[in-house]
Nanobody, 121 residues
Framework: VQLQASGGGLVQAGESLRLSCTVS????????IGWFRQAPGKEREFVAS????????DYADSVKGRFTVSRDNAKNTVYLEMNSLNPEDTAVYYC???????????????WGKGTQVTVSS
């Protein structure tokens, strides 16, 4: 299983970006997908996740109301719509997959390479 995150870039504060995570697996709908991020000098932190069924979504308090996670099972892709970006959102963003995805990274079987998001003030 391979995960490919894309869509990062350089934006100004207040602008938006949409990240995509494409998964190379037939039974994509069997996977929960999570987004994590790591800023320079900081530990990796949970951003958002979407379950296999439902789907049920979960967000870190720091992004709740600004970020939206969704999935398109026909395209094997999960999206992270990021609005009202601020410099504190600057980080490398990673997507990860497993039967479940815990906020602490529990349940994750696969990690993708990250995509850089930089927000200038």
């Amino acid at each position: 299983v391979q995960l490919q995150a894309s869509g990062g870039g350089l934006v100004q504060a207040g602008e938006s970006l949409r990240l995509s995570c494409t998964v190379s697996r037939r039974a994509f709908s069997d996977l929960a997908i999570g987004w994590f991020r790591q800023a320079p000098g900081k530990e990796r932190e949970f951003v958002a996740s979407i379950s296999r069924a439902g789907p049920v979504t979960d967000y870190a308090d720091s992004v709740k109301g600004r970020f939206t996670v969704s999935r398109d099972n026909a395209k094997n892709t999960v999206y992270l719509e990021m609005n009202s970006l601020n410099p504190e959102d600057t980080a490398v963003y990673y997507c990860a997959a497993g039967l479940v995805v815990g906020r602490d990274g529990g349940g994750i079987d696969y990690w993708g390479k990250g995509t850089q998001v930089t927000v200038s003030s």
